[in-house]
Structure formats: C-alpha cells, structure tokens
C-alpha cells in the first residue's frame, strides 16, 4: 500500500507544478481578467472532446492489442456496468446533499455545494490521472471515460437544475449539441466500428496527433485555471465560509466511498481479464477527484452563487492535493486490487 501513496502522491505533485504558471503570470498581471473564462471555453470546448476520441479511438499497436483481447460482449456488458455503477453512485450522492441542505438558509450558496458534492473533476483530471496511475492502460482510460459521460450527460440537467433551483432551464437541445456528449457518441461508435475508424489506419497515422495533443492539455490547463484562479481570490473569502469544507468532505470523502459501496454488488460480474477491476474502481476514483471546475462556469451562466463557487472549488482542490492519495490507498486496500 505505501508503493500506491507514494505512486499517488507524485502525481498529485505533477497536478500541482500544473497551478503554479497560471498563479505567477496573475500575479504578475499577464494573465487579464478575461483569461480565464477563454481557457476555460479552450478547456470545456476543444480538449474535453478531443479527450473523448482520444479514449475510444486512438491506440497504439500494444494498446489495441490489450483491448481486442476483450471479446465485444464482455466489452459491452462491463461499459453497461461501469455505467450503472456511475449513474447510481451520483444519484445516491445528489440523494445525500438534498437530505444534508434541505432546511438551508441560503439556498443558492447550497445549490453550489451539491453541486460541488456531486460532480467531480473526472474529465479534465480524472482521466489524466487514471491515465498516470494505470501507465496509460487503455481498458482503465475506457472505463473512467464511460463515467465521463454520465457526468456530462447529468451535469447539463441535474447540475443545471442544482445551480438554478428551475427545471425549465434546462435544455434538450444544449444537451444534444454538446461537444462533449457529441465526441463521446462519436468515439464510441467509432470504437465498436473500427473499419471506419479513421484514427486506426496506418496510412494516415498522422491525423492521431490532433486528438492525442489537444487531449494532453487537459491536465495542466484545468490546473492552470486553479492556480488564476487562486491568485485572484483573497484568502478571506477563500477560506472562511463554512459550507465549502462540508461540501468537500461530501466530495472528497464521503462520495468516492460512497460510490464504492455502491459498487461492491457488481463486483462478480466484471470480466474480461487484466484491470477488469477498473470496471468498478473507475468510477471510485473519478468521484476521488476534486471538484468539477464547470461549478464556477455554471454559477456565472445561469447567475448562480459566483464568489461560493469559486471559493468551493478552489479550496476543495487544493485539499484534494492530500485527500486523494489517502483516499485511494484506503480503496485499494478494501479492494485488495493489485496494480
């Protein structure tokens, strides 16, 4: 177990010399005002999709050969479990916050904390740290991207309606064109097609960089924004409101082992060989992550709480630096999952 935190731990480490660029060039005002709403629509825009045709259609020789191993079936059955597992795990979530905030005072600033409690940071830093953790193992990358999807497809209804108190704000049609649940579709179609899988032909292997390098960018741009993002709040407003430590223990703690209870019923029935386990652990880790940094884009679009938001998502990040690693020591330890 200490080869897992220690593992961990230096890939929290990367995650963080990701924030300091962003926070020196705010801090030296050559980072505008509007600098970080275009990196965040470059982030939520461009990469997020580029990460999606990353995960189900560019392989390497060695990678492709891991997941055609897999039989389609099995394939299916264990996307149709990680699914389930993710879709459960932030309903029971969402379930929890509604019982926790229901006689709130302040029931925008509440809002934000189930939001922050429900939705994690698994895109922009989930999938990348998967992708550290596992040594790029493509079958995990799936698994934790299947989980990515759920999230998007709730984020843009159940989060929508959590950081506006309105169904009617939420939108069929915003949902369908959505980079990101569109990329996702794509890739998956592609993935279980792959005669017409263009990133699979060895004559045109060149077109693989553009999803490949614009996929790499999530990481450090989602840190980036953190460290903007830090570098422009006072650490008054930044660590003196009680709820966002609620919140992050809901996120940071109580989610991740939440969604793993969730998941130990379908523990026998995930199959299909190595990391098989990440069909369940996938979406343990994504809800391990920090907060999802749309939080901050959602409370400024449909006039939300701006300043708990901010303040909610950057602190929670910053403890996430600590409560991931142990978190997922403890996990790995319960799962008894060797890696």
Do not use: H
Request: a positive charge; hydrophobic letters at 55%.
């Amino acid at each position: 177990m200490g080869a897992i935190y220690l593992k961990v731990l230096l890939i929290m480490t990367v995650f963080v010399a990701f924030a300091l660029p962003g926070f020196a060039l705010r801090k030296l005002k050559m980072i505008g005002d509007g600098g970080t709403l275009t990196l965040s629509n470059l982030l939520l825009y461009v990469c997020q999709p580029a990460l999606a045709i990353k995960a189900f259609c560019v392989f390497s020789k060695e990678d492709w050969e891991i997941v055609s191993a897999v039989e389609t079936p099995v394939l299916l059955k264990n996307f149709g479990l990680a699914l389930a597992i993710s879709v459960i795990a932030i309903g029971a979530v969402f379930a929890l916050c509604k019982l926790i905030f229901i006689k709130a005072k302040d029931k925008k600033a509440a809002n934000v904390y189930s939001f922050i409690a429900v939705f994690s940071n698994c895109g922009f830093f989930g999938i990348p740290f998967v992708e550290m953790f596992t040594d790029g193992n493509p079958l995990a990358v799936m698994y934790v991207m299947v989980f990515n999807v759920v999230f998007n497809l709730l984020c843009w209804t159940l989060g929508v309606y959590l950081i506006t108190g309105n169904l009617k704000e939420i939108r069929l049609i915003k949902l369908i064109c959505n980079p990101a649940i569109i990329s996702s579709v794509l890739g998956v179609i592609l993935f279980f097609v792959p005669q017409i899988n263009v990133f699979m032909l060895d004559e045109v292997k060149e077109f693989r960089i553009f999803p490949q390098y614009l996929a790499y960018m999530t990481a450090p741009l989602s840190m980036i924004i953190v460290g903007i993002r830090l570098a422009e709040i006072p650490p008054k407003t930044l660590f003196c409101k009680k709820g966002v430590y609620l919140a992050g223990g809901l996120r940071l703690v109580v989610a991740p082992f939440l969604t793993l209870l969730v998941s130990m019923p379908f523990w026998g029935l995930c199959t299909g060989g190595a990391y098989a386990e990440y069909v369940y652990l996938a979406p343990v880790i994504a809800m391990t992550m920090s907060p999802a940094a749309s939080v901050v884009a959602m409370a400024e679009r449909f006039d939300g709480d701006r300043e708990t938001a901010t303040a909610a998502f950057v602190t929670n990040t910053l403890i996430s630096i600590i409560t991931i690693p142990l978190v997922i020591t403890a996990v790995m330890a319960i799962c008894g999952a060797s890696i």
